[in-house]
């Protein structure tokens, strides 16, 4: 638990590396002079478990921190300050302000995300090999928490029996792939140690570098694509593309094209489905013909990947084994090692021209983790270790020494392998971080392209563009997802909340009307029917209003569902009173009910859709959404958040709003802010944007449609939506369901909660506020559950009690009768998973007016609920299967009180009577 002496603590310790490394034995001693104890190993675990600085020969380096490379120029001819031009030290002082701007947000969002543990641990189940590429094996998992980490971070797979390195290539709702160490075994379950600030690190570490010049690296493009647009309202016309450098181009991108050859910075805009990365991989083409080497740089693996295929697509050739288009790092989905039949990727390339360095490292790596096996099990041993133990420890220590030299001289010869790949390539394909590592450092491109480049914040777009020569298309569309920071401070909100499209103006210009000279923008999409594209353009893109491409009209429909009766369609809950919950220990926001009918609307088009997405801005609902699946045996059907949508696209979206004003009452800001730029009109854009045939669109639209203005775009989707959708009754789904979904009528709740209490091993109740008066009916089914186990309560009822912590008689004689029931407040949820049965319920499950309810029989499902909804053991506080206490001097039992605190609740075990709070995260 983070308190206010670690709170001190940490910040003694930040202020005292504020300028640079400091030894041990000083750091040490600032600690001790003011007023700390503690001793080396507490400031090791200290700093290493707040991110806050790495001990290297004796000293404390911060993280982030990297001394200044020495500057040189082009020609390599050192300049001296009264040599250069008045244009040049306007530029070396412009550029220092900016990478100070940059080093001084990533700073503040370090220690925003250090106010927390800078580890966490996400267990992994349902491992298998993906494949194997070069030294490194590819391994895909099902997270069991949210992995809340970019693609490209590092990290540890911790076994049972070792620690291997790990890096995060992809994640996908919950299936992360991972890149390991070719001698990692086959394993099933594991935990992936995640250090969160790693790839702030990596950013602060290279602007430091960067900050006074580096070989390679161009300040002037730097901050082109961070300047305002100066070039004249009226530019010169641009020469024609060949006939073959304009096949299968509209008219938009033929113009596009021609406008991102001018060798400056252009800005693509790409609104949903009108082919910019079709564009991009043409303009790519012509760059190939006229011999320019160019860089694709992206924020994440698959839009890489989707990149590289756009540019096989016209140009197949490419791909060889002799290294003209090559990839860096791992592709997202693990399968990606050969492009039409040839090797791209720059790990494939070095194993097969240095495979004799690759196999010696494969074989001394394989060693090292048996060694260190052998060293861990002398750890584990308790006692005095025996003299035999000893001589072992001291032969493991000679072998590892002995073979950890070659090991970083193999690394260093492959490392410079793969630059001299990459150095020899036409075009490098690489994420936004990547380019930030060893491999590609002071390389230098003729031009620079950085797709979805709004998701990309204005401090890592502003590095990517430095590798260039200053000719750099920002590509992307503004009004989808912006990049994602934690610190809310001015620096931050400048350089890593914003995109370079905003930070650079042309964001705002747009939506004042006023279209920037170098904005290149593409209007005719080809993804939505015309129904959905006019909703999405009406909403998010009056000023550049998007029309249907030819064919879309009559293009064939490839999936099909009863419910789908038109392409636009409202399931309405507003009636149904559906609650909202956050799930346990966070603050990502779920809806049973949704859920519910979500499932029910999949089963009934399982023999009829080829592919859909049911797509929600929570996690928690998605993995929800997720689980669902399992029983459906669909590859093409996919539940996603909508952030790891972004790019996707399928023949039905559901999206799921979740929020309905019950249960957490207040909604998200997304719902309620009508500023055009903030992030829910840009989560609702991508999310209807997804859909090609129909969109479903499942909400309650009393309360998220209440007022506004045509000024607020959601204001304006959903008024567009009610005016032209379809209305899908959430009785039709019911009854449309089979026996995927139950709507269980008052009169038989206490019936059929009986049935499924009997043939239970286990259960868990949740009753929200209201009257409990039919819960001692439920006495004689809940004492025929067995207990398995003596440590573990088979039965669970949470219930809320009055002010004055007084429980609802009908509760207090179930719990005097011997039933585990605790008191819980505030109680948001109204449901029960009993086994593989989930129920919910509009208003307390055992009401004599319960409301609404529905049963719900699915395992996978019931599981999810379950972890979803299950209270934790705290410090002070007893959790779910485990019996509560009463208070000492007046008998009430301590209530469980779960405070919410900066979006997370903090758990407080108290009598509300009489007994003082005790504590507990």
Known sequence: MRTRTTDRLVGIVRQALQSGPVAQGELLLAVNQAGFRTDLSGLWDLCHTHGLADLNDGRWIPRGWAPPSTPSSHAERPQIPDQLTARESATRESWRAAADGAIRALSEELSAVTRRRTETDVPLVGGRVMGTVADRKLMRFEAQSDVGTAEGTSGLLVLPEMQLNAEVISVFGTVVTLALPAETPPVREARLRLDLSWLLNLQSKRLHQLRNGATGF????????????????????????????????????????????????TWLWGPPGTGKTTTIGAFVDVLIERGQKVLLSAPTNAAVDVLVEAVLKRRPDLATDGGTLVRLGQPARGNRDEWHGQKVL??????????????????????????????????????????????????????????????????????????????????????????????????????????????????????????????????????????????????????????????????????????????????????????????????????????????????????????????????????????????????????????????????????????????????????????????????????????????????????????????VSKLHPWFTDDDPESAGPRLLNVAASRAKDHLVVV??????????????????????????????????????????????????????????????????????????ADLPNLLPALRSVERASDDVEPITIWVEPDREGFLPVEALHVRRAGVNVRA??????????????????????????????????????????????????????????????????????LVRQEIPRRGIPMVVYECLSCDRPRRAR
Request: with cysteine; aromatic share 4%; proline share 5%.
């Open 346 to 663: 720059v790990d494939q390339i070095a194993a097969s021209r240095g495979s004799q360095l690759a196999a010696e490292r494969k074989d001394l790596g394989r060693e090292l983790v048996t060694l260190r096996h052998g060293l861990d099990q002398l750890r584990r041993q308790r006692g005095v270790l025996s003299e035999e133990d000893l001589a072992e420890r001291d032969r493991l220590d000679r072998e590892i020494a002995k073979r950890e030299p070659r090991v970083a001289d193999l690394d260093r010869q492959l490392l410079e392998l793969r630059r001299e790949i990459c150095t020899k390539a036409q075009v490098v394909a690489a994420t936004a971080h990547q380019v930030m590592l060893q491999t590609l450092e002071g390389i230098t491109f003729d031009v620079i392209i950085l797709d979805e480049a709004s998701m990309t914040t204005a401090a890592l777009a502003m590095v990517v563009a430095g590798a260039g020569a200053g000719h750099t298309i920002i590509a992307g569309d503004f009004r989808q997802l912006p990049p994602v920071a934690v610190a809310d401070t001015p620096a931050a909100r400048q350089w890593l909340h914003q995109s370079a499209f905003e930070k650079s103006g042309i964001a705002r210009a747009v939506q004042e009307g006023r279209k920037p000279a170098r904005l290149a923008a593409l209007t005719e999409q080809h993804r939505m029917r015309p129904a959905i594209g006019e909703v999405v353009s009406a909403a998010f893109y009056r000023e550049n209003p998007l029309t249907p491409g030819p064919g879309i009209k009559t293009r064939a429909r490839d999936s099909k569902a009863w419910w789908t009766t038109g392409d636009l369609v409202m399931l309405d809950t507003s009636g149904l009173a559906a609650r909202t919950a956050r799930k346990q220990g966070g603050s990502s926001r779920y809806n049973l009910m949704h859920a519910q009918l979500i499932g029910a609307l999949m089963a009934s088009a399982t023999t009829r859709t080829r592919n859909l997405a049911a797509i929600t801005p929570f996690a928690a609902q998605a993995r929800l959404l997720e689980s669902l699946l399992d029983e459906f045996g669909q590859p093409a059907w996919d539940a996603s958040t909508v952030h790891r949508f972004q790019g996707g696209e399928r023949d039905i979206v559901v999206y799921d709003t979740v929020d309905t004003g019950y249960g």
């Open 218 to 265: 161009n300040p002037d493009a730097a901050l082109a694509v961070l300047s305002r647009d100066s070039a004249p309202p009226m530019l010169p016309p641009l020469p024609p593309l060949q006939k073959h450098e304009a096949s299968m181009l509209s008219l938009a991108q033929r113009d596009a094209v021609k406008r991102c050859l001018t060798p400056e910075v």
């Open 824 to 893: 819980c407040t505030p109680i948001i949820e109204s449901s029960a998973v009993i086994g593989d049965v989930v129920w919910s319920a509009s208003r307390s499950l055992l009401d004599p007016n319960p409301g609404v309810v529905l049963r719900t029989v699915n395992k996978p499902f019931a599981d999810l609920v379950n972890r979803t909804q299950r209270r934790k053991k705290s410090d002070a506080a007893p959790g779910t299967g485990q019996r509560g206490e009463d208070c000492g001097r007046c008998r009430r039992p």
């Open 699 to 772: 909400g309650a639209f009393q309360q998220l449609h209440r007022s506004g203005s045509s000024a607020d775009p959601m204001w304006r989707f959903f008024a567009h939506l009610k005016d032209r959708a379809e209305s899908l009754p959430w009785e039709e789904v019911v009854e449309g369901a089979g026996e995927a979904l139950e709507l269980v009528r008052p009169d038989d709740v206490l019936s059929r909660l009986e049935e499924d209490i009997r043939e239970a091993e286990s259960l868990e109740i949740w009753l929200a506020a209201g009257s409990s």
